[in-house]
């Protein structure tokens, strides 16, 4: 079935560190790979995403690569700020609609000053 | 930027009642979604609507739910007789294109 595993949370760094949130995933068929980042108070956004094999998304300093031979959607930032707190959640879709996304469980991110 | 608004933000119902939740996608997009997360689990998918119709819809979206449309702006969630199971944040989100998705803020429903 289809299915997206988070490492789990939550996540606590300080500012400048270097962030890794594991994504893994299980999928039929070729799926396009999301992850969506909730400040406080406000709705899921899209951060980045990659379509297919060894693309790599990137926004605000965050990157992912589609990597298929370990289905897996790492995000990483090389220095996060405190205004990166947030909950992140990586998602996937299969469908021909890019509408129907199949999330993880979210991880929680705290960077203190 | 233009935003999704849903409200209320929060909602308290007894068991068996009937509810509505509201959202006003972006103007201009046609694609239009409700999500769910109940407190400590995944985001689920409930129902996506297009061309005034659902367009596909998943397992929990059962005879209890329903979706409209009723004036070109608003985008409804209607559960007929809430459980006890239902209280969640209910997200709704919409999309020009079904490719990138906007969402809400989400409403905490809360069934007692």
């Known amino acids: 079935g289809n299915s997206v595993t988070q490492m789990e949370g939550p996540v606590t760094l300080s500012e400048e560190a270097f962030l890794t949130i594991n994504c893994t995933y299980t999928?039929?068929?070729?799926?396009?790979l999301f992850w969506y980042v909730q400040y406080p108070g406000e709705g899921l956004q899209l951060l980045l995403k990659?379509?297919?094999?060894?693309d790599k998304g990137s926004n605000k300093g965050f990157e992912a690569t589609y990597r298929k031979e370990t289905t897996s959607f790492h995000l990483e930032k090389g220095s996060v700020q405190v205004s990166d707190s947030a909950v992140y959640f990586c998602?996937?879709?299969?469908?021909?609609?890019?509408?129907?996304?199949?999330f993880g469980q979210g991880t929680i991110l705290t960077v203190h000053p | 930027e233009p935003e999704v608004t849903q409200t209320p933000s929060h909602q308290v119902t007894q068991m068996g009642q009937e509810v509505i939740l509201r959202c006003v996608p972006i103007?201009?997009?046609?694609?239009f979604y409700w999500y769910r997360q109940i407190l400590g689990q995944k985001v689920e998918f409930l129902v996506s609507?297009?061309?005034?119709?659902?367009?596909?819809k998943s397992e929990i979206f059962d005879d209890q739910f329903s979706v409209e449309r009723p004036d070109g702006s608003n985008f409804t969630l209607k559960i007929r007789s809430t459980k006890l199971e239902d209280s969640a944040m209910y997200f709704c989100?919409?999309?020009?294109?079904?490719?990138?998705?906007?969402f809400g803020s989400g409403t905490q429903l809360s069934v007692l």
């Open positions: 609507f297009y061309n005034n119709e659902i367009s596909e």
């Open positions: 990659a379509t297919k094999a060894d």
């Open positions: 999928a039929t068929g070729y799926p396009s």
């Open positions: 998602a996937h879709t299969t469908g021909t609609s890019y509408g129907k996304l199949t």
């Open positions: 989100a919409s999309s020009a294109s079904g490719e990138k998705l906007f």
């Open positions: 103007s201009n997009h046609l694609y």
